[in-house]
């Protein structure tokens, strides 16, 4: 079965450092995703990523966030000064045709701040 | 903005009982989905219903639209169905801008 592949699993990071997370989302889909859970609370979301760019963004994400899809596989989250408050679980998913499509999550990649 | 009501917050069953767990929202939507998320945090899409009901061996999801009510049942519950169960709803637009719910723990023991 198709699925997404999120490296790295687990992070550690001193605060103002900047990470990089990344995914491998499935090879025909289109649409793509990012998601974020903080422990203990509800998963949210972060960014859509279609066609090359940012097509919606939560609130949570601002200009410390960025995504990119460097080449054709890969999809990143980077997080250019990380705070404390950023530790969380990351979540990417895809799916290939928007709402029509179904959306497959990656494991997650578990990101700590000290 | 679309609260997200779920319940029970944690459940406990005997394996082979029948599970319900309820999610209520408050505005209107386009899609509600039940995600399924693993001890070890993966998670995994369950459904995406717009009305009526849809069947996956022994899932059952049910959405009431007029009421702004969906349910989901687990028959014949096993000890690997322990998980936590979220509600997702779609309020509009062209993709997956989720509100989740805070989620249901469920736990099956044999």
């Known amino acids: 079965e198709p699925e997404v592949t999120q490296t790295p699993s687990h992070q550690v990071t001193q605060m103002g450092q900047e990470v990089i997370l990344r995914c491998v989302p499935i090879?025909?889909?289109?649409?793509f995703y990012w998601y974020r859970q903080i422990l203990g609370q509800k998963v949210e979301f972060l960014v859509s990523f279609y066609n090359n760019e940012i097509s919606e963004k939560s609130e949570i994400f601002d200009d410390q966030f960025s995504v990119e899809r460097p080449d054709g596989s890969n999809f990143t989250l980077k997080i250019r000064s990380t705070k404390l408050e950023d530790s969380a679980m990351y979540f990417c998913?895809?799916?290939?045709?928007?709402?029509?499509?179904?959306?497959?999550f990656g494991e997650g990649s578990r990101l700590t701040v000290l | 903005k679309n609260e997200v009501e779920q319940s029970p917050q944690n459940l406990t069953a005997q394996e082979g009982e029948f599970i319900t767990i309820n999610c209520s929202y408050s505005v209107g939507i386009s899609a509600l989905h039940w995600l399924q998320q693993h001890p070890g945090g993966g998670i995994v899409s369950l459904f995406m219903?717009?009305?009526g009901k849809k069947k996956h061996g022994r899932l059952i999801a049910t959405i009431n639209i007029q009421e702004k009510h969906s349910s989901l049942h687990i028959t014949a519950s096993h000890p690997r169905d322990s998980a936590v169960y979220i509600c997702?709803?779609?309020?509009?637009?062209?993709?997956?801008?989720?509100?989740f719910g805070k989620g249901t723990l469920l736990t099956v023991n044999p």
């Open positions: 090879s025909n889909h289109l649409y």
């Open positions: 219903l717009s009305s």
């Open positions: 997702a709803l779609n309020s509009g637009g062209s993709n997956y801008k989720l509100t």
């Open positions: 998913a895809s799916t290939w045709g928007g709402l029509a499509g179904e959306l497959f």
